[in-house]
């Protein structure tokens, strides 16, 4: 059994912990770091997978994070293909696979989130996948090749965006279900969920809301049919699911840290053990944009982080996380971008046109703004970006549901102006 | 293939062979040329792709407006001739162009 000892060991090499280990060098970190990944591939991008790549326009080269040879060139051990088992808290080890031992001053938990399992029989039946790896979107964009019918089930991010895929570029005859009354409900507003949701029917989408899944039966070890709640049934020929994710907590949870629907950290994303930290999907935290703590999954967040504590470990200094939350969804020709953590609003204003299919749905608070989904509105996404990235103080009074209710009222002139005033305070 | 010489604020610079119909920032990340990120994957979304464009310079004024507007966003100053490599797509054309780096991504 060999050991060995790195100041930095990342466990995870995804977005975030491939990031983290760049982002320890930028910020003159010297000592040693290494990152474990238990997937084969060197670490890759994710969102192509329902995009780029799951039609075809994207090779597997394209998904690269960074080359192989900067890992080398950065000193970074990158050991792939290799799962840690169990993390010893007292001792500052760690065990792999295979019973080797690494030793660690500095852990960063990356471990990203698995596919959450459909909760019924039929889950082993050919034709039936969920989406997360570079093989599942290998295997998927095989089958749509071949397939006629598609089920989509659940109405996120994930199975929207397959499910356009699906219709619009292999066109199959698609049926998007989803349980809830509204589409992408777990962050999604009502406004911006109402017109993804006709915007997915006008691509000849059929999709069915407040309409559970019972089960899957097959044929000759084939899926055949989607049964749904009411008893109706979907013949098909593929299932794609996307009802969320689990969260890698295992590790974390059996060595007694908290865990709080993700490895809960606090607002420096240090753990409850000051040198073990959790970074990207499977960490929770005390945001900034909201009340209580969130757990995020986007390209955003499992960046942001991972710099935000290549910072820490590289300087020792302890700050609070305060990035902006932002994440983009494409679906065919239509793009949703979304800023800030609107949960637990009480009242929504559009801006801009529904008609046009280019607007913002604001979100409020009592009065204060929580952020927005921009539809096929780049520039007010970003605008709204700059805004909420600026102390509140300066517009928060400002920008209040019946400021933005007027009819000459423009995000982006807005923003021009917050910036102006920032500067302003700067001088003074 | 078309080339493309990325110059480094350190001074060094890489010449590399680019791919007809691939960009600029995607080039850099695979063949392994420091300082371009583009962390969002090249969808206009993130301004780690930030580059200086010196040669030709005709090419710097044809930004879009949503690439004007992310480049708010970029770590390092913007000048007149910064563009977002992932919106630069190689061609025969483009053979010979030549962008400097920034001093931080993000
Ligand atoms: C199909 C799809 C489309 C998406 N589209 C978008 C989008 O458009 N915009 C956006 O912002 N976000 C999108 N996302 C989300 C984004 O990709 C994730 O938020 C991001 O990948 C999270 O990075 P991470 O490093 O935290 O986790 P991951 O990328 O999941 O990386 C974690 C890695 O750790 C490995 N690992 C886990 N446990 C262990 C262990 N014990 N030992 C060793 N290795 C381990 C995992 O196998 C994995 O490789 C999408 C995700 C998917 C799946
Ligand atoms: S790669 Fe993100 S904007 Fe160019």
């Known amino acids: ?428 | 293939m078309p080339k493309v010489t990325y110059l480094h604020a350190d001074g060094t610079e890489d010449v590399v062979d680019a791919q007809d119909g691939v960009s600029v920032m995607r080039t850099a990340v695979t063949k392994g040329v420091k300082g371009i990120v583009g962390e969002c994957g090249g969808e206009l979304m993130c301004a780690t792709c930030h580059v200086y464009v010196l040669k030709p310079v005709n090419l710097a004024s044809e930004r879009s407006e949503d690439e004007d507007e992310m480049l708010e966003f970029a770590a390092s100053p913007r000048r007149d001739n910064s563009r977002l490599s992932c919106q630069i797509i190689m061609d025969e054309p483009l053979d010979g162009l030549v962008v400097e780096t920034p001093e931080a991504q993000n």
């Open chain 1, 1 to 428: 059994m060999a050991r060995v000892k790195f100041d930095v060991v990342i466990i995870g090499a995804g977005k975030a912990g491939s990031q983290c280990a760049v982002s320890l060098r930028d910020e003159g970190f010297a000592g040693t770091i290494a990152v474990f990944g238990d997937e084969p591939s060197i670490p890759y991008d994710r969102p192509p997978l329902s995009k780029a790549f799951l039609t075809g326009v994207e090779a597997t080269e394209d998904l690269v994070l960074r080359a192989q040879s900067v890992y080398a060139d950065q000193k970074i051990d990158l050991i792939l293909d290799t799962r840690v088992i169990a993390l010893d808290r007292l001792n500052h080890t760690l065990e792999l696979e295979g019973g080797d031992e690494v030793e660690f001053d500095e852990l960063v938990i990356a471990t990203g989130a698995r596919v959450r399992p459909l909760p019924f029989d039929g889950v082993d039946l050919d034709g039936v996948t969920g989406l997360r790896t570079i093989d599942d979107a290998v295997q998927l964009r095989a089958r749509l090749q071949e397939a006629d019918r598609v089920v989509v089930i659940g109405g996120g991010f994930i199975g929207l965006e397959v499910a356009a895929v699906a219709a619009s570029v292999f066109g199959c005859t698609v049926t998007l279900v989803e349980a809830l009354p509204q589409l992408m409900s777990r962050t999604g507003l009502p406004e911006s969920a109402a017109y993804v949701a006709a915007h997915q029917r006008a691509l000849g989408i059929d999709v069915l809301l407040n309409t559970p899944v019972k089960g899957l039966r097959g044929e000759g070890g084939r899926v055949a049919v989607v049964v749904l709640g009411d008893g109706r049934e979907l013949a098909t020929d593929v299932v794609v699911y996307g009802i969320g994710v689990i969260p890698g907590t295992d590790l974390a949870e059996s060595a007694g840290l908290e865990v709080a629907n993700g490895i809960l950290v606090d607002r420096t994303l240090a753990t409850s053990d000051p040198h073990i930290w959790a970074i990207g999907d499977c960490a929770s935290y005390p945001s900034v944009f909201t009340a209580g703590v969130v757990r995020l999954e986007s390209v955003q967040n499992a960046t942001d982080q991972a710099r935000h504590v290549a910072r820490a470990i590289a300087t020792g200094k302890r700050e609070p996380y305060v990035s902006v939350p932002w994440f983009w969804s494409d679906q065919a020709e239509m793009r949703i971008q979304t800023a800030g953590l609107t949960t637990g609003f009480d009242e929504t204003v559009v801006v801009g046109n529904r008609e046009d299919g280019a607007f913002t749905v604001l979100a409020f608070l009592d009065g204060r703004l929580l952020g927005g989904d921009s539809v096929n509105a780049s520039r007010d996404h970003l605008a709204l970006r700059k805004i909420l990235g600026t102390e509140p103080s300066l517009w928060s009074a400002l920008l209040t549901p019946l400021a933005a209710r007027a009819k000459e009222f423009s995000l982006r002139e807005f923003a021009r102006n917050v910036d102006s005033l920032k500067a302003s305070e700067t001088v003074l």
